[in-house]
Structure formats: structure tokens, C-alpha cells
């Protein structure tokens, strides 16, 4: 293994970050070892405004967490209407730009008064706590206004990120029990309208149970409206009223559910709860983006997914940041969008995937080097190992080498972040995303449950409960426990693979389930497969992840035939096609294989192991693409299981 590059701070960075030095970093790490309820509860207390307080600041039946149990508070009030009594006020709070170039700036107080608009209008229409909400919306500003107006009256909330299906997004209504969808007519991508409402309508085909679909008109396009279901968001606001307070809700009430890939084909609601979540997201906000006042803090992750829950809306809010929104794709108009972005709006801390930088760096040095970039002072990623010559780029091109980069690890189901660097105390190491967060007790071990040696590699596991962590999956505890805490009792099973090398630092190698991440998005193998089955002429499936140089992973599928006369190619481009409309675009297979079996053991499970082995290095054939190629596989998968 050569040595790793090590990139410290500056001394300049150092002296103004909120942790100063490894020494910073230790004593907050060991203050919270030694005593995790008195480190969370000092922070809680000073970090989020309580209705009331709590009596216990933990407690702990494994697998289930209360944290600050018996408390009252209210996210939207937390991240709004506290700061109107502060110089915040007039603050920017979210900064947006549509695709098209429109800009909306609304501070604190504007945006409050859009929430409590918004919810005033959900309470008129009978909507209270423990009601859930499906929201499918563009990035617009609606759409936190959307989030924090369901928190505001304890409506717990699902966001589905846009690019789902009508199918996938059906099948979370149903799973949630949904009485309410919140969307738009469409959004821009490319240049293009992307519509939503037409997946709304065949949705709610087979949800009878929603009684309320509210759309918001963004593209102006023609939209048909279902009466008695159907309600525009700007006909309903003409009767809003400004005077809908926050509901003091338990710490432990259901803030929002997440649905995400797990091992089966069926997606997984993942439940956060209010008070730990919220602390655990302002928190890191400090720890890992050194949140100062003045800066202008862009994560340009969709918020439909994690994060950009917890960092373009509930983290940084709280928090009293500018976060900006923007809508729309990097390359639009062309490859500078982003760049263009950070000139314009003097944009400090950025916060991207590295599939997001390894599609930039294709573009060509051209396109940054053509901006003014120097309002940037923190760069971030997260979502899926970063590549060192990725990272190596962000620091020279985008940092110009002055920019510490926080490597954030973590997970839909962790809340927050886990395992960063904290900028101005933890010197960077490109590929590793370093330390735990104060209060995170990492380790890894064997499939005994053993803790490995120095960079041995082995399954990441968390050893103690954190604020922010899954306290269930919606409906389903049975799975909740056994996914999650079976394999080594008492402690959390991350599904992730690494190692730790002789300084401590983690090293996150990727999933060791059957979970693809494909530009940082997670997607179930058996998810894939169970949309191919349903293909009329599809006899069995097969789906791995295949190493892709853009985007991480590419999803490429193995699949045998029902008898019929088929062109491959023409039946190719339909079962991408297929995969699309069953879970979404940004599913669609890179690559269709046909075989006529499947390489399977006795008991007639497939291996997708051998497959993985195929398409990473053609290792068990030559050339694979063929027939022969895969039979061959096969009678090798047999021969194994005869042994
Ligand atoms: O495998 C890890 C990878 O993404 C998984 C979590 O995916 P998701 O729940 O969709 O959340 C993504 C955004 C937090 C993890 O199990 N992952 C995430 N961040 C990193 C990472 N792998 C390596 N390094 C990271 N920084």
C-alpha cells in the first residue's frame, strides 16, 4: 500500500474555525466518549430552542433510541422563527436560481411567512400531527416551504425525488398511508419541462386513500386538475392566514420518513424523529462546515434524497445559513453552469458528489478556470468513495489548493454525518473520510463480530446510538432490527466495507450488500431485477453493479428469456426503457446482457458474485458478452457448488 498524501489545514484556516487543531478535535472527541449524555445534552441546549425540556437526554433499549424523550420543540420554528428576534431576520435564507435563470432570494423572514402561509392552508384543510405527506417536486423554493410547513404542524413527510416513477412513487404513498401529496406541474432540466403531474395522476389511481393532491404551478404548462382531488397551490394560498404557530411536538415524534434502497425489492421507509435529528444536523453543520455567519453554503444535492434533507434545509437552517437551490443540470447551458453559479452569488462552502466531479473534470480545466472562484474557502463531498485523482482535482482546480475538502461519510439512515474530517483540525487524507464525529464510536470487524487489525479490511459497524439515527423503518420493525443490529448485537451494521490504517483514519471501501451506488444514489440489485421480471417477456434476472468512471457504479443485467422470437437489441432498448418507467431514469441499466441461464448454487440462488467478477474483469472469461461466455459461467457455478 504506498503512502497516502496528508493535506493540513493553513495556520489562516485553523485560527478562525470554529475546532482549532487536533487538539480542538480530541477534547470535544474524548469530552463525548467519556460522557455522550452531558456532551449531546450541552450542545442540544445550546444549538435548539426547546418548548420544554427533556428529563433524560438518552434512553437506550437496543435497537430503540429516545433521545431528549418527553421534550418539546418544532423543527420550523427552530429553523425560522427563532432568528426573526435576530439580526438574521433579513437574512438570506434560501438562495434560488432556476434553470432558466430566474433568482429568488428569500430571507428569514420572507420565508417564514411563506411556511406558516403554506401551512395555515394545510391546517384549514384538517391536515394535523401524525398525518403523512408524499411531496414530488422540482428544486424550487416551494419545496422546503413544503417540508417546513409539515413540520410546523407535525405532518410527518416523505419527499420522493423527482426522477421516481409513477410506479415507485405509488408504491410510497401506499406504504406510508399518505393523505395528502404535495407536487408541481414540472420542473427544468436540459432546458426542458420534466413534467410531474402526469405521475402524480397515475399514482393516485390505486391510492385511494389521498384525499388532497396540492400542485404547485411552476413550467405554466397545461395540466389537467382531477375535481375533488386536485387544488392549485396559488387558488388555496388566496385563502391563507399568517397566523399559524409552530405545535410543540415530543422529541421523539416522526419527522420525516425516506424511503431508500435496501436488499430486497422493496423499497424501505427510513424514520427520523425530531429533537436528535435536528441536533445532530446543526451540530455537524458547525463540526464539518465550520458555518460562520457571512458564508453563502451551496450542497447541490437534490433534496430529495438525504442530503439534501439534512444540508440544503434542516442543517443549514437551523443553523442560520444562506443555502442556495439551484434547479436545474451542471451542463446547462453549458459545462460552466456550476462555476458561473459560485462567481455570481459568491458562493463560500460547496458541497458535491464525486460523481459530480469526475463529470466536470471530463469537461475540461477550461470551464472552472474561466470563473472566479476565489469566494470559495470549504469544499465538501459525500455520497460515495472519492477517487484520490478526483479529489486531487477538486483541490487544485475548484480549491486552488487553498480549500481544506471534507470527505463526509454517511448514510440515509445515520441522519447526519458520522465520519469527517473537522476542516481547521483533522488534515485531510484524499480517499479517506478520516475521524468520527464527536459521540461516534466506528469499528470494524470480522463476520464474527471481531475487531480486524490495522488496515485489515472488515464491516464498518457503530458501537454506540447517535441523535441522528434511524429509529425504525416505517411499518416494518422486524426488518429494522434484522437488518440493522443482528450481526453484531447491540451495535449498527452500516453495510459498508473498510479498513483503518495506523493513524486512526477510516477508509470506506463500499457496500458489501446486494446495494449499488450509482452516481451516489443507492438502488437494490433486487430492486432492478424485480422491475425486470415484470417484463412479459422476461424469464429470470440478474443485476450487479459494474465500476463505471463517471459515476461510481453502472447498474448491468444479466437476463434469460421466456421462449419467443426476440431481436436482442430492439428488446435491449425496451428493457432499459422498462426499468425506467418501473423505478425511474436515473435506474436505467447501462447494459443488458442475454444469456440463457444464470449462474445459480443448488439451492438456486444466484451468484452474483461471479457475475460482479465478469463485469468488473472479465476474469472468469475472456470476452463475456456472448452466450457461450455466460454457460460457461454457469457449468463453473455448478462445478463449484458439486464441491
Ligand atoms: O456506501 C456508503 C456510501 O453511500 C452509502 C449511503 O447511501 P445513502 O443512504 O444514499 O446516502 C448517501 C448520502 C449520505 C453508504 O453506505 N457513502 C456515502 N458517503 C460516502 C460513502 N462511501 C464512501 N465515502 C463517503 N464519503
Known amino acids: 500500500m504506498s503512502t497516502p498524501s496528508v493535506y493540513p489545514p493553513s495556520e489562516d484556516f485553523v485560527r478562525k474555525a470554529h475546532v482549532q487543531g487536533m487538539k480542538g478535535y480530541l477534547d470535544l472527541y474524548r469530552r463525548a466518549e467519556q460522557d455522550p449524555e452531558t456532551f449531546w445534552g450541552e450542545i442540544a441546549e445550546r444549538e435548539i430552542h426547546w418548548f420544554e425540556k427533556w428529563s433524560k437526554v438518552l434512553e437506550w433499549n437496543p435497537p430503540f433510541a429516545r433521545w431528549f424523550a418527553g421534550a418539546k420543540l418544532n423543527v420550523s420554528y427552530n429553523c425560522l422563527d427563532r432568528h426573526l428576534t435576530t439580526p438574521r431576520k433579513n437574512k438570506v435564507a434560501i438562495l434560488w436560481e432556476g434553470e432558466p435563470g430566474e433568482q429568488r432570494a428569500l430571507t428569514y423572514q420572507e420565508l ?42 407535525g405532518i410527518i413527510h416523505s419527499v420522493v425525488f423527482g426522477g421516481f416513477s409513477a410506479e415507485a412513487l405509488k408504491a410510497r404513498i401506499q406504504d406510508l398511508g399518505a393523505t395528502l401529496v404535495i407536487t408541481a406541474d414540472g420542473g427544468f432540466r436540459r432546458g426542458k419541462e420534466i413534467k410531474l403531474k402526469p405521475a402524480v395522476d397515475a399514482a393516485l389511481e390505486e391510492c385511494p386513500g389521498v384525499r388532497d393532491a396540492i400542485v404547485y404551478r411552476r413550467t405554466g404548462s397545461d395540466t389537467p386538475m382531477k375535481q375533488g382531488r386536485d387544488l392549485w397551490w396559488h387558488e388555496l394560498d388566496e385563502h391563507a392566514t399568517e397566523d399559524c404557530p409552530a405545535v410543540p411536538l415530543d422529541s421523539e415524534h416522526p419527522l420525516f420518513v425516506l424511503y431508500t434502497s435496501g436488499t430486497t425489492g422493496k423499497p424501505k421507509g427510513i424514520l427520523h424523529t425530531t429533537g ?90 477550461q470551464w472552472p478556470n474561466a470563473h472566479d472562484l476565489s469566494s470559495l474557502r470549504l469544499l465538501g463531498s459525500v455520497g460515495e468513495p472519492i ?35 473537522m476542516p481547521g483540525a483533522v488534515p485531510a487524507k484524499p480517499g479517506s473520510g478520516t475521524l468520527p464525529m464527536p459521540g461516534i464510536i466506528p469499528d470494524i470487524v470480522d463476520l464474527k463480530g471481531f475487531e480486524v487489525g490495522t ?95 463517471i459515476t461510481g457504479q453502472a447498474v448491468c443485467c444479466f437476463v434469460t428469456l421466456k421462449k419467443g422470437d426476440y431481436s436482442h437489441e430492439q428488446l435491449g432498448k425496451e428493457l432499459r426503457q422498462w426499468v425506467a418507467h418501473e423505478i425511474g431514469a436515473f435506474a436505467r441499466p447501462e447494459e443488458i ?31 463475456v458478452t456472448t452466450l457461450e461466455d455466460l454457460s460457461v459461467v454457469t457449468k463453473l457455478a455448478a462445478q463449484q457448488d458439486e464441491e
Open 112 to 153: 417564514h411567512r411563506l411556511v406558516v402561509r403554506f401551512a395555515s392552508v394545510l391546517q384549514s384543510r384538517g391536515y394535523k400531527a401524525g398525518d403523512r405527506a408524499i411531496i414530488y417536486m422540482p428544486m424550487i423554493p416551494e419545496l422546503p416551504i413544503a417540508m417546513l410547513a409539515c413540520t410546523r404542524l
Open 276 to 365: 436528535g435529528y435536528l441536533t445532530h444536523v446543526t451540530a455537524t453543520m458547525q463540526w464539518v462546515f465550520d458555518l460562520k455567519e457571512e458564508d453563502t453554503y451551496w450542497c447541490s444535492a437534490d433534496i430529495g434524497w438525504v442530503t439534501g434533507h439534512s444540508y440544503i434545509v434542516y442543517g443549514p437552517l437551523a443553523g442560520g445559513a444562506t443555502s442556495v437551490m439551484y434547479e436545474g443540470a451542471p451542463d446547462y447551458p453549458q459545462f460552466d453552469r456550476w462555476w458561473r453559479i459560485i462567481e455570481k452569488y459568491r458562493i463560500s462552502i460547496l458541497y458535491t458528489s464525486p460523481t459530480a466531479i469526475r463529470a466536470l473534470i471530463r469537461q475540461g480545466d
Open 455 to 549: 488496515d485489515q479490511e472488515g464491516f464498518l459497524i457503530l458501537r454506540r446510538p447517535w441523535p441522528g439515527m434511524i429509529r425504525g423503518i416505517w411499518g416494518d420493525p422486524e426488518r429494522f432490527r434484522e437488518q440493522y443490529w443482528t450481526r453484531v448485537p447491540g451495535s449498527y451494521f452500516t453495510g459498508d466495507a473498510a479498513r483503518r490504517d495506523a493513524d486512526g483514519y477510516f477508509w470506506v471501501l463500499g457496500r458489501v450488500d446486494d446495494v449499488m451506488n450509482v452516481s451516489g444514489h443507492r438502488l437494490s440489485t433486487m430492486e432492478v431485477e424485480s422491475a425486470l421480471v415484470r417484463h412479459p417477456a422476461v424469464a429470470e434476472a440478474a443485476v450487479v453493479g459494474k465500476p463505471h468512471e
Open 387 to 421: 477517487n484520490p485523482a478526483a479529489w486531487e482535482w477538486y483541490n487544485r482546480v475548484i480549491g486552488k489548493g487553498r480549500c481544506p475538502i471534507v470527505d463526509t461519510w454517511w448514510q440515509t439512515e445515520t441522519g447526519g454525518i458520522l465520519i469527517a474530517p
Open 593 to 623: 446482457r442475454f444469456t440463457d441461464a444464470l449462474p445459480k448454487t443448488r439451492s438456486g440462488k444466484i451468484m452474483r458474485r461471479l457475475l460482479r467478477e465478469i463485469v468488473t474483469n472479465n476474469s472468469v472469461t475472456g470476452d
